[in-house]
């Protein structure tokens, strides 16, 4: 197939890359410079080139303006898209915003998806990112193919918007359990334990969890490199903070969690990995965890 996709980042290129590796025609456009691992790819002077050349548009963005430029802006996708065509915003933004850049879209007589991803740089390399996916069944059935060759778990949970909704409350499930973490192995640590030996320990009960083994390694071993960085994890919380304004919902762990992730933004760590997080637990218990 003739695939577009924009914004070749930590995430962006590994995913583009393996539709590459399936043998489709990919056709580019980034910030950046395109990486060497995808020159094979044919490289667009403008996104709504991008639009014009393939059938099914990806975009892989980090916030909901960006989204909105490269969609709407000048030469944007939606400059160069003609009937029949799909766009896929596989970025993780505003469920409100996504709504509406939908309507637009279907006004041209195309379909959209919301699918935003979670599993972070290494479920994007290893082609295991759990999708979540908001539009059309119809359309949802034709891009599956394409969905399943970056990720496992793919779910349609509805219509334009739900995908955004799932994966900002995904985010909140996920910042709570990196901040449980950074709590306990901070405690564990102070109090004399061996962190190391105390994460294994939990890992055979019923604390257990994908955050605690991954997350839980990076803050022992200190590897703060970002998979998902904290300025990026405070972006969703910030959405789940605002969609909850706008529904009258109480979101009080979400708060916290994001004037933790503040705090790290203001010493400095917000383009560190958001297991990071722990750092703030450390400077208030004035103790590394390792």
Do not use: W
Not at 28 to 48: D, E, F, K
Not at 215 to 237: A, C, S, V
Request: hydrophobic share 50%.
């Amino acid at each position: 197939m003739k695939i577009g996709f924009i914004g070749l980042g930590i995430m962006g290129t590994p995913m583009a890359g393996h539709l590459l590796a399936a043998g489709h025609t990919l056709f580019v456009r980034t910030r950046s410079q395109v990486p060497a691992a995808l020159s094979a790819a044919t490289v667009c002077a403008t996104n709504a080139d991008v639009a014009r050349s393939a059938d099914i548009v990806f975009l892989m963005l980090p916030d909901t303006p960006d989204v909105e430029t490269v969609l709407f802006g000048q030469d944007g996708v939606a400059d160069g898209l003609s009937a029949g065509k799909v766009v896929v915003d596989m970025s993780s933004i505003s469920p409100m915003e996504t709504k509406r850049f939908a309507e637009r879209v279907n006004a041209k007589g195309c379909e959209y998806l919301d699918a935003p991803v979670s599993g972070g740089e290494v479920g994007a390399k290893a082609a295991s990112l759990t999708i979540m996916v908001g539009g059309s069944e119809a359309c949802f059935e034709r891009v599956k193919p394409l969905l399943a060759l970056m990720g496992k778990n793919i779910t349609l949970v509805g219509g334009n918007g739900d995908g955004q909704t799932t994966k900002v409350a995904n985010q909140i499930i996920v910042a709570l359990n990196i901040a449980a973490v950074g709590e306990a192995l901070v405690f564990a640590s102070k109090a004399g334990a061996d962190p190391a030996k105390v994460r294994q320990a939990l890992m055979g009960g019923f604390a257990a969890s994908r955050i605690l083994e991954v997350h839980g390694e990076r803050m022992i071993k200190r590897t703060f490199n970002p998979g998902f960085r904290i300025r990026l994890h405070q972006k969703d919380l910030n959405l789940a903070l605002q969609g909850a304004r706008e529904l009258g919902v109480a979101l009080p762990q979400t708060a916290n969690a994001a004037q933790m992730m503040q705090a790290c933004a203001a010493a400095g760590l917000a383009d560190m990995d958001h297991s990071a997080l722990v750092q703030a637990f450390e400077r208030l218990a004035d103790h590394p965890v390792a």
